[in-house]
């Protein structure tokens, strides 16, 4: 992490949220803790805006008075506008869900009580690591016999979808659907200090590994 003088016009805010081992935990992979960071990130004129529209960065939101938010992609290579997406599932059967959602490694327990119920992440697979944590994307939390899924984004919304159509279907009636409008905010009118963060090499090493 640095400190530096920020050009608004040079890239987006990044809402992003990392699973870590909480201190001292004698258990570091569970329950752990979820951790949201906002954060600049650079984007070039010729790249792809981190928007999602497919247009440089420069013909979209490069000279645009509003900040849309983003939010990284499951692969970490691409970003998307931050819209919520919320969805509620009825189980059928609450036992074989959760056996699923522990046994795949694209899920990260956070909270596994006596009970039914239960609180997940969906990291990916392989999972991007950095200084900050491990990159989540999706909420799923079951609760009083339904599934509650949040993910930040359209995209991560499609992937999760894909998810549960894989592993869990037979377990799962169909889902209710409720979208949120994207988030955008007002770009500052002149070049400030933040807190600079990007993802260290390690991770980039890591998704890179990941595709071959």
Request: aromatic residues 8%.
């Amino acid at each position: 992490m640095k400190v530096g003088v920020i050009n608004p016009q040079a890239g987006f805010m990044s809402l992003e949220v990392y699973w870590r081992p909480k201190q001292n935990d004698r258990n570091p992979n569970r329950p752990g803790e979820k951790v949201s960071i906002s954060m600049f990130r650079s984007c070039e004129p010729e790249a792809s805006c981190y928007c999602g529209s497919g247009r440089t960065f420069q013909s979209c939101c490069q000279n645009r008075k509003k900040w849309p938010l983003v939010t990284p992609d499951p692969g970490g290579m691409s970003f998307s506008q931050s819209q919520a997406h919320s969805s509620v599932y009825p189980i059928r059967e609450i036992a074989k869900l959760r056996q699923a959602f522990m046994a795949d490694p694209r899920l990260q327990c956070v909270v596994a009580g006596p009970g039914k119920d239960g609180f997940w992440l969906f990291v990916d697979d392989p999972p991007i690591e950095t200084v900050y944590g491990r990159l989540s994307f999706a909420d799923l939390e079951i609760k009083d016999g339904r599934l509650l899924v949040t993910a930040m984004s359209v995209k991560r919304h499609e992937v999760v979808q894909k998810l549960l159509a894989e592993i869990a279907e037979n377990f799962l009636g169909t889902a209710s659907v409720k979208i949120y409008p994207p988030h955008v905010f007002e770009k500052p009118a002149h070049p400030q200090l933040m807190e600079i963060k990007t993802v260290p090499p390690a991770a980039a090493k890591l998704r890179r590994r990941g595709r071959k």
